[in-house]
């Protein structure tokens, strides 16, 4: 299976690498001149990615013709993997989880209160969604 961030390096322009982990590149949603999109790989390999300018993850998803789905390791989709994820997560990387969780949950209602229909997959990913903030809330009270 591809790594997500396979996915997304391929189809930006002006990658550099700033760091392992870490590139920034040409935000694909608006006229970029610079680099204003910093793309971040997550230790459990989802992709984070967030324009200067102010592009929302949506749009620069759509800019490259990819679902916010595939920002996450396949793996991860079914559902069924909260409880061995949380058990071998530090503190910062439940943080970090639950930071990119969150901001999918809330890019999901945002689009579902602009009228547009989630995909089957987003709408897979939110129920898997739910059950990691879930999962590790449950790890941090054992
Ligand atoms: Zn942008």
Known sequence: MTAPIDLVLPRLEKVRRRQPGQWSAKCP????????????????????????????????????????????????????????????????QALEILDFEILFAATASANMARGMTLTEADHQRLITCAGRIGAIAREVKS
Not at 35 to 41: F, G, K, P, T
């Open 29 to 92: 949603a608006h006229g970029d001149r610079t680099a204003s999109l910093s793309v971040r790989e997550a230790p459990n390999g989802s992709v984070l990615m967030n324009c200067f300018a102010g592009c929302c993850i949506e749009e620069i998803t759509a800019a490259l013709d990819l679902q916010l789905a595939d920002l996450f390791p396949p793996r991860e989709r079914s559902g069924r993997e909260p409880q061995r994820i949380a058990k071998v997560l530090t503190a910062g």
